[in-house]
Nanobody, 123 residues
Framework: QVQLVESGGGLVQAGGSLRLSCAAS????????MGWYRQAPGKQRELVARIRSGTSTNYTDSVKGRFTISRDNYKNTLYLQMNSLKPEDTAVYYC?????????????????WGQGTQVTVSS
């Protein structure tokens, strides 16, 4: 299996910055898409940003120009640099990774989620 461990959340004032990290471990063969989602209280989980196996990225409109998604393929780690944070960015942030891993002599697909990290932006 593939495990994801997130870090970097916390409490910050509006206008501040945070950097989230998501490290993948296990018998990983390849990682394709990686992404960040968030879920605010009483709301559905939404896509924040995704990055393909190359450098292609996409962002939800509300974070464009403020958030930057990146990945380190050598470390199997995903990042989200969040600048100019707003109170409406408050949510639990989850990373999501798709790829293939080795198990029992076979190459199998995986779709893993991190445990979530709380981001709270005060006004």
């Amino acid at each position: 299996q593939v495990q994801l461990v997130e870090s970097g959340g916390g409490l910050v004032q509006a206008g501040g910055s945070l950097r989230l990290s998501c490290a993948a471990s296990g018998t990983i063969i390849t990682i394709n898409d990686m992404g960040w989602y968030r879920q605010a209280p009483g709301k559905q989980r939404e896509l924040v940003a995704r990055i393909r196996s190359g450098t292609s990225t996409n962002y939800t409109d509300s974070v464009k120009g403020r958030f930057t998604i990146s990945r380190d393929n050598y470390k199997n780690t995903l990042y989200l640099q969040m600048n100019s944070l707003k109170p409406e960015d408050t949510a639990v942030y989850y990373c999501n990774v798709h790829g293939r891993y080795y198990s029992g002599g076979a190459s199998l697909p995986f779709n893993s989620w991190g445990q979530g990290t709380q981001v709270t932006v005060s006004s």
